[in-house]
């Protein structure tokens, strides 16, 4: 019987980890780290994750431990804390995933001194067997282009990277090793988690926001070629959680992946949704130098003129003022959708033969194909409030 601990359950991927956890059988309890009041809050929190689909929430297996990781004190209640001694799995999903510059010093603290002190408390746990750090793909960095990127390629600490969180991600992974011998860690970097292949709204409107926002504008400064490794959430958290109670796995880093043969392009993301849009100019890929005319536009129509390339597209301009009369609103949506474009356009497909190696998982659906369902979903995402949110 196992004693989990998780971090994150309240985010898109940790909240689908505890969900499929808590109906193993051979979970005894498993004890989620949790930011709230007080503990009836956290009660409150934890089943809100279960309502969502319907499912069942059992308060005696499932319970929450009321702290914050920048806590400098964490570890040290974590230690004193007696409920907490039997522990042998833990599960690191919990980080601040922002892009934008103006989080960057919160993205540090909770990504990097938040894995310090949980480790810090992890290395006294008499039984623990695994540490799994939920890491990503992208700390490959930007320079790393076009091409199939191996585990073993990361962490590169000379690798330049778009935004301090794929930073910080990396130097979380570089901790673990300082305070955990390695037959106890496992890492899982998931590539880009988008939406779900069920029936179903997702947990979290994260990264499908981006896809809502391109859909809205139509004018897509970016190459609609590129490839992109994209997962959905449901096959991103049964890969992690086999690989988990998997003891016979080889390697402990993996890629959760799409990997080659399940990769997509966003010329055919955006076309499995277009039908579902059918009243909207139609998507069209520009280069992704005219972004940099686009912020311009935002922020004064008039400094658009006959010289400039985006002038092209001026039939799309008047659409988007059409549609929300006042071009400044827009600025919001151009600064931040650039970090997507940008990792996009790197064209970064993570190679998955590990997990196909040691899981039954399989190749995962490709985006194209399991994004045909999401339509009627990216009409219910306030593409403005996800702009600051995510
Ligand atoms: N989504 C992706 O495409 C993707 C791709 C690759 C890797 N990953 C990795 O997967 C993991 C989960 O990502 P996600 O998309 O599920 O993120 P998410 O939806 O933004 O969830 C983040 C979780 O972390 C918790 N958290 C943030 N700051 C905290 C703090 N100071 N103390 C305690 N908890 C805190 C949040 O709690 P609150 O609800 O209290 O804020 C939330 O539960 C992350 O490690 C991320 O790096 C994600």
Redesign the pocket.
Known sequence: MKNLFI????????GELLVELSKKQDVEKIFC???AQSFENGLIRLKKIFDLHGDYFDTQKVIPIIE???DAELSLKLINNPALAEIDTIIH?????SFSKIYDNIVEK?NIE?TQHLLEWAKTLKNLNLFTY?????ICGKTVKDCIVSEDMSPNTDAKHLVKYTYT?MVGELMLKKYLPSEKILVV??????GDSRKWKPR?Y??LWALATLNELRLFPGNSDSNVDIISIDYAARSIIELVLNENRKYSVYHISSGKVSSTTPGKVTGAIADFFPGKPDFKFVSRSLMADMKKWSKNTVLINEQSNLFTYRSYLDYWLNMYDDNSKLRILFYALEPYIDFIELGQIFDNSRLLEDTTIGQSIPAHEYLKITGETIKEINIFEGAVDY
């Open positions: 971090t994150g359950v309240t985010g898109f991927l940790g780290l949790i930011r914050e990781l920048t999903s919990a980080a601040n995933t909770v938040g939920v890491g990503t793909a992208t991600k970097r998931p590539s880009i988690i988008m979290s994260v990264i």
